[in-house]
């Protein structure tokens, strides 16, 4: 029951972020430039959740009724609490995601991972080995995830375990969109489940001011912080030859022993067609009230997106009282009421 009295429904999935930090260096991403413990620029007094506040975080999640939970970015496995903490929410009863880079997966955290009962491990792969590397700014990190997923599916033999089912995805830019054929050649070969390719997200600077702008008051803050300022997207000029790779890679995807996912504004991009993101189908963002997103310092965000918008603090209150609070039902309100805000169609979230 939400303070005004309104039964309000928990969020089905929530994203937890153990630590912002990361060993890798990818073009595509600036976390880990902005990264608040450990960065250019960090911030000495942020403290990040320890592992028994997490440990309590989690509990509060399955009393409340939530289902699924994502461990994400920046590198989960940086922090030695993560294995940990996927245990105890996998034995609360929730459905565990994590998703990694996939460089520091020895053996026996791989042995951990699998008798975890983690549902779903999904790595980062943007290239065959020189450009994986050249995107991940780190030399030696394919044959690092190489030998990560290896060790999993040894692992998942020895236990006959099915699970974690094993996704990789791409995020695909000027930089690969040539070599997506063997990015996918090699998901197969590594024993992936499913490899997803998904078009980059670059939010211009002006979709922030203008979100900022909307969202004004004491939420106005940057929208989004992870973008890049390169510009990685693929040329108008070289669009021509998207359809034929895109044609081809499914045909591969028939042939091979990997599902394959692909994002739809691939094609309309190919094509040169407006694209309409799946989320913007019904009225209102689904992802809006059924989403919660906790910071590693604690902070509750309502999308994945709206990551300078914080509800409130799990150090102060329960995440299910800041949820329930007036003033946050009435943000979700002005976020679905203002959907879609400026920032949306740049959403890494927008087709799932
Ligand atoms: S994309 Fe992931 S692995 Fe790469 S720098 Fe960002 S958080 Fe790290
Ligand atoms: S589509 Fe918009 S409101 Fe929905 S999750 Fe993405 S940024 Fe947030």
Wanted: aromatic share 4%; net charge negative; with cysteine.
């Amino acid at each position: 029951m939400s303070q005004s009295g309104k039964p309000v429904s928990a969020p089905s999935h929530i994203q937890v972020k153990p630590t912002s930090s990361c060993n890798l260096r990818c073009r595509t991403c600036s976390l880990w430039e902005k990264d608040i413990e450990s960065g250019p620029g960090s911030d000495p007094t942020a403290r990040r959740l320890s592992d028994r506040e997490l440990e309590l975080l989690v509990k509060d999640f399955a009393v409340w009724g939530v289902k699924r939970l994502e461990i994400a970015d920046g590198e989960p496995f940086l922090r030695r609490g993560t294995p940990q903490l996927i245990e105890q929410s996998v034995n609360l009863g929730m459905d565990v995601m994590a998703i990694s880079n996939g460089t520091l997966i020895d053996q026996a955290l791989a042995a951990r991972l699998v008798r975890s009962g983690l549902n779903t491990l999904i790595i980062s792969l943007d290239g065959p080995e020189a450009l994986h590397d050249e995107i991940r700014g780190v030399d030696g990190t394919f044959d690092k995830l190489s030998r990560a997923v290896g060790m999993i599916n040894e692992e998942k033999e020895r236990a006959g375990s099915p699970s974690p089912t094993l996704i990789f995805h791409t995020v695909v830019c000027r930089l690969n969109f040539r070599l997506l054929g063997q990015v996918l050649e090699s998901a197969a070969s590594l024993g992936a489940a499913v490899a997803a390719f998904r078009y980059l997200s670059q939010v211009p600077p002006e979709a922030v001011t203008l979100t900022n702008e909307l969202l004004q008051g004491e939420h106005a803050s940057p929208a989004h912080h992870y973008t890049v300022e390169e510009d990685l997207g693929i040329p108008a000029g070289e669009l021509a030859d998207l359809e034929g790779i895109l044609d081809r890679l499914v045909l591969a995807g028939n042939r091979l022993p990997v599902n394959l996912a692909l994002d739809p504004l691939l094609f309309d991009l190919a094509r040169e067609k407006k694209h309409v993101p799946r989320r913007f189908e019904g009225p209102g963002c689904p992802l809006v009230g059924d989403f919660l997103q906790i910071s590693p310092r604690g902070v509750v965000h309502p999308c994945p997106m709206l990551t300078g918008c914080g509800l409130g603090s799990v150090r102060d209150r329960s995440v299910r009282e800041i949820f329930e609070a007036p003033e946050s039902q009435e943000l979700l309100r002005r976020i679905q009421e203002l959907f879609p805000l400026p920032i949306c169609p740049h959403c890494c979230y927008r087709e799932k």
